[in-house]
């Protein structure tokens, strides 16, 4: 092909250009809702639909699912993009409520699932019961510590179900 030297250059500085703008915008980001300052947001959704929990600097989630009907609240463990579940070995998690200006303890145990090959003391499903999950949908929530591969994170505040972003 016979193309002149200023195209040939011009059709590689496009080509440049707009492979690292795709790789800019759709690449791995270590923070969830950023803005790139280019105007547009990348958000990162909760794969169950839940209530993300940010921990850190966006190094890990915690995704809280209310399960109404039976009263069930479900925290997964997952990385910052909220992409991978993260296994941890607690033996639970405990998450403080307020609702009505009543403050309780949640204690959330771990959850085996034979199909993932998770078990107690090597999971990323925490669930607790109580009553008023059954008819509240708003509480205010801390968790009141975890620790993800060597990171512990205490007191981390949040809305449900807005979370902490």
């Known amino acids: 092909m016979n193309t002149p030297r200023f195209a040939r250059h011009t059709l590689s ?5 707009l492979s690292a703008l795709i790789a ?3 690449g791995k980001d270590e923070h969830a809702g950023h803005d790139h300052g280019n105007g547009h947001k990348h958000e990162h959704r909760a794969p169950h639909g839940g209530t ?6 966006e190094a890990y989630h ?9 009263g069930l609240l479900t925290c997964y463990v997952l990385d910052g993009h909220m992409e991978s579940f ?7 998690l405990s998450i403080e409520t307020t609702v009505s200006n009543r403050t309780q303890t949640l204690e959330l ?5 034979a199909a993932t090959g998770e078990k107690q003391g090597d999971t990323s499903q925490f669930e607790a019961r109580a009553e008023w999950l059954k008819t ?19 007191d981390v505040a949040f809305r449900f179900p807005e979370g902490n972003e």
Not at 13 to 17: E, G, Q, R, S, Y
Not at 109 to 113: E, G, K, M, Q, S
């Open 13 to 17: 500085a496009m080509v440049l250009a």
């Open 24 to 26: 800019g915008c759709g």
């Open 52 to 57: 993300a929990v940010v921990l850190g600097k």
């Open 62 to 70: 915690l995704e809280l699912v209310r399960t109404a009907d039976a």
């Open 86 to 92: 993260i296994r941890i070995p607690a033996p639970h």
């Open 109 to 113: 145990l771990p959850v085996a699932n």
């Open 136 to 154: 509240t949908p708003q509480f205010t929530g801390k968790v009141l510590g975890i620790t993800i591969k060597g990171s512990t994170y205490t």
